[in-house]
């Protein structure tokens, strides 16, 4: 089956800090990849949709200059959490669809905590 | 808009039947997925339904309403391992970005 994984499965960092989380297809090729955040006890909120090769779409709210979204190969996005803050404390999840595919593969997820 | 409502908790008892109930308001629709999560973890992938009707699947059957803008997932012969957050998602428009619902905590009691 499509295989999504993630890295790193959980960072603390600093206030102030940036992180970068890496989600890669493993086993076939990503030509939509999205981003998922999800605060205790609620649902997944989308936040941006991104192809290969071209920029990220964001979601109302969302802003594109403090969650940087990459989505340079059709295996691997990354999304990098700029100047973080305690609030943006979070499990962050990506999903992976190939072409012309309806289901979302999702990766195992990320939990970041700032300090 | 885009809306789509589920029970927040229901609780059921071993071995019994449970439905958990999605209804949706979207501005596309593509399809109606499924998911299972546990805490902590990645959401699994249960239904997907995209013509009225019902969709089995072992313990699990899906049904969808496309009129009435309406799902339901049955879940049968409930063992522990079934407590779980069940979320319901649409996905709708030319991304096909999937859209949840608010999730129904279900806890399974012996």
């Known amino acids: 089956g499509a295989v999504v994984s993630q890295h790193p499965s959980w960072v603390i960092c600093k206030s102030g800090t940036s992180v970068k989380i890496e989600c890669r297809s493993l086993?076939?090729?990503?030509?939509?990849m999205f981003w998922y955040r999800q605060f205790p006890k609620q649902s997944l909120m989308l936040m941006a949709t991104?192809?290969?090769?071209?920029?990220?779409?964001?979601e109302q709210g969302v802003e594109k200059d403090k969650f940087l979204i990459n989505h340079a190969s059709l295996t691997l996005s990354t999304l990098t959490v700029t100047s973080a803050h305690p609030e943006d404390s979070s499990f962050y999840i990506c999903?992976?669809?190939?072409?012309?595919?309806?289901?979302?593969?999702f990766g195992p997820g990320t939990r970041l905590t700032v300090t | 808009g885009q809306n789509i409502d589920q029970p927040t908790e229901m609780t059921a008892t071993e071995g019994a039947i449970v439905q958990i109930n999605c209804t949706y308001q979207?501005?596309?629709?593509?399809?109606l997925f499924w998911y299972q999560q546990h805490a902590g973890e990645a959401p699994t992938f249960l239904s997907y339904?995209?013509?009225?009707g019902l969709e089995e699947k072992g313990r699990f059957s899906s049904f969808l309403s496309r009129s009435k803008g309406y799902s339901y997932l049955l879940l049968k012969e409930l063992q522990m391992k079934d407590s779980a957050s069940y979320l319901c998602?649409?996905?709708?428009?030319?991304?096909?970005?999937?859209?949840f619902g608010t999730g129904t905590l279900l806890a399974v009691q012996p």
């Open positions: 086993d076939f090729q990503a030509t939509t």
């Open positions: 998602a649409v996905t709708g428009g030319a991304t096909n970005k999937l859209i």
């Open positions: 999903s992976a669809t190939g072409t012309g595919a309806h289901e979302q593969y």
């Open positions: 991104s192809n290969e090769g071209s920029k990220a779409t964001y």
């Open positions: 979207t501005s596309g629709f593509n399809g």
């Open positions: 339904n995209v013509l009225d």
